[in-house]
């Protein structure tokens, strides 16, 4: 159930306006269960259930486990939308433009020539006389049609 404070429609008291406003906050946010954590923030942080007066075990390794089970199925997925690239100094490579950009404008800016390539995934590319950094996912190789 989502419910919706209306402050305008409120008569809210001098001394303490707040009142009504954080009672109808605390309950979702002690009562929302994260996903990926199988918990409420408030069962964790103080292992005990803020709705029931019960205690509450965090299985640490689990909790651990599905997490990094979820991290891996995004990277694949992630992944298999990628073609791999193995760039070298000399290469063209074209930069992807701020998605927000105003319609009509170019999506990829550039050519710009590789400098150099790092082992962290990123490279370095002249632009002008400027040389900039850059990560591999924001680039993408030059094709001459």
């Given at each position: 159930?989502?419910?919706?404070?209306?402050v305008d429609a409120?008569?809210?008291?001098?001394?303490?306006?707040?009142?009504?406003?954080?009672?109808?906050?605390?309950?979702?946010?002690?009562?929302?269960?994260?996903?990926?954590?199988?918990?409420?923030?408030?069962?964790?942080?103080?292992?005990?259930?803020?709705?029931?007066?019960?205690?509450?075990?965090?299985?640490?390794?689990?909790?651990?486990?599905?997490?990094?089970?979820?991290?891996?199925?995004?990277?694949?997925?992630?992944?298999?939308?990628?073609?791999?690239?193995?760039?070298?100094?000399?290469?063209?490579?074209?930069?992807?433009?701020?998605?927000?950009?105003?319609?009509?404008?170019?999506?990829?800016?550039?050519?710009?020539?590789?400098?150099?390539?790092?082992?962290?995934?990123?490279?370095?590319?002249?632009?002008?006389?400027?040389?900039?950094?850059?990560?591999?996912?924001?680039?993408?190789?030059?094709?001459?049609?």
């Amino acid at each position: 159930m989502i419910q919706t404070f209306f402050v305008d429609a409120t008569e809210l008291d001098e001394k303490d306006p707040y009142t009504g406003i954080l009672s109808a906050v605390a309950l979702p946010t002690q009562a929302t269960i994260h996903t990926t954590l199988n918990a409420t923030p408030s069962q964790l942080v103080f292992g005990r259930d803020a709705m029931l007066d019960i205690e509450f075990h965090a299985d640490w390794n689990a909790i651990k486990t599905r997490k990094q089970k979820d991290i891996n199925e995004n990277d694949l997925w992630d992944n298999a939308k990628r073609t791999p690239h193995n760039y070298q100094v000399g290469n063209q490579i074209m930069i992807k433009n701020d998605p927000s950009r105003k319609f009509g404008t170019n999506a990829y800016l550039g050519p710009f020539r590789v400098t150099s390539v790092n082992d962290n995934g990123t490279l370095r590319y002249q632009r002008g006389q400027i040389n900039n950094t850059i990560n591999i996912w924001n680039v993408s190789p030059y094709q001459v049609s």
